[in-house]
């Protein structure tokens, strides 16, 4: 499984967009990336997924350059309860030890 | 309501007792797994199961034991445990391993061994 860095924690100010980059410099030909959301006392919670180019739901979009050696999460316009951990892992779809989650990104949203 | 459900959720116990944490959901998935979440270290995968009788060793199998006797239920057994199983654990399924989008997580199960 590719390996990924992401900053340890941010901060921002609710209203702001949110743009949170990870990097996978040994991505694979056959990897996904997969954006995890977790809440203190919760299990974590999908919120997007790409391969490649840019990915967008009703949540947030997903931002993958050709190289695919990084990718960046952009949460538009946050609110206080967009308060939490963000993950990216990057894996086989159809492996099923896919999820290796890292450390992750500690998001605090200020009023 | 579809949903994932642990118990206990809070067990304090003592090393060498053992304890099986159950995992059920009633969405018919057929993938699931076990994790536990460290400080530090996010969550790291113990075992999971691609189907009925199918399991397979995650990350972090050491000390752990899963059975898969039928698709909504996966029980976690620790046959002996030890402090340094002291952890929250999760479990989640999702209708394939390939569809996280289709991913759900219990609420955890809080271990403390003394």
């Known amino acids: 499984l590719a390996k990924t860095t992401q900053p340890i924690s941010m901060d921002s100010y609710e209203g702001q967009e949110v743009n949170i980059t990870c990097s996978h410099n040994n991505i694979a030909t056959n990897d996904y990336i997969t954006w995890y959301q977790q809440f203190p006392s919760q299990g974590p919670r999908f919120i997007i997924q790409g391969y490649k180019t840019k990915v967008t739901n009703e949540v947030a979009s997903l931002f993958i350059p050709a190289d695919r050696k990084s990718s960046t999460l952009s949460l538009p316009r946050v609110s206080l309860s967009d308060t939490a951990v963000y993950y990216c892992?990057?894996?086989?779809?159809?492996?099923?030890?896919?999820?290796?989650f890292g450390g992750g990104t500690r998001l605090m949203v200020k009023p | 309501e579809a949903q994932v459900t642990q118990n206990p959720r809070y067990l304090i116990t003592v090393t060498g007792k053992k304890l099986t944490v159950t995992c059920s959901q009633n969405?018919?998935?057929?993938?699931m797994s076990w994790y536990r979440q460290d400080p530090g270290l996010g969550l790291r995968q113990i075992y999971y199961?691609?189907?009925?009788?199918?399991?397979d060793k995650g990350d972090v199998p050491e000390g752990y034991k899963v059975s898969r006797k039928e698709k909504r239920n996966f029980p976690l057994i620790l046959e002996s445990p030890s402090p340094n199983q002291t952890s929250l654990y999760f479990c989640?399924?999702?209708?394939?391993?390939?569809?996280?989008?289709?991913?759900?997580f219990g609420p955890g199960t809080r271990l403390l061994v003394l």
């Open positions: 969405m018919n998935h057929e993938y």
């Open positions: 989640a399924s999702s209708l394939d391993g390939g569809a996280p989008e289709t991913q759900y």
């Open positions: 199961s691609m189907n009925v009788e199918v399991t």
């Open positions: 892992l990057v894996g086989e779809v159809y492996a099923g030890n896919m999820l290796t």
